[in-house]
């Protein structure tokens, strides 16, 4: 049984940092891709970063490119997402997701086996 659980969310002014993370338990971190979603109050869940196996390719979508960066260490099963210049529509709980890199399709969301519970993010002043 694979368990990921989320932790750094908060409360940040617009332009302000954060840094989540997702430690993994109960499987083989190595060999999953992680991947990061966000969902905002009335909206579907989107997709926000992935990460490869060994970290040496990710992936943004448009909206975070430049601003949020996501990064792996595979010797500690856990994966981060950096977020910087924090805008209020960036506000949304965020999740972390992993699957079998065979399997996983970095943005769609149906691909990922493994799911946490969600970090709440909220950029406000």
């Known amino acids: 049984q694979v368990q990921l659980v989320e932790s750094g969310g908060g409360l940040v002014q617009p332009g302000g940092s954060l840094r989540l993370s997702c430690a993994a338990s109960?499987?083989?971190?190595?060999?999953?891709?992680m991947g990061w979603f966000r969902q905002a109050p009335g909206k579907e869940r989107e997709f926000v970063a992935a990460v490869r196996r060994t970290g040496a390719i990710t992936y943004y979508a448009d909206s975070v490119k430049g601003r949020f960066t996501t990064s792996r260490d595979n010797a500690k099963n856990t994966v981060y997402l950096s977020m910087y210049s924090l805008k209020p529509e960036d506000t949304a709980v965020y999740y972390c997701?992993?699957?079998?890199?065979?399997?996983?399709?970095?943005?769609?969301?149906?691909?990922?086996?493994?799911w946490g519970q969600g970090t709440q993010v909220t950029v406000s002043s």
């Open positions: 109960g499987g083989t971190f190595g060999s999953y891709t």
């Open positions: 997701a992993g699957g079998p890199w065979t399997k996983v399709v970095h943005s769609t969301a149906q691909t990922y086996d493994y």
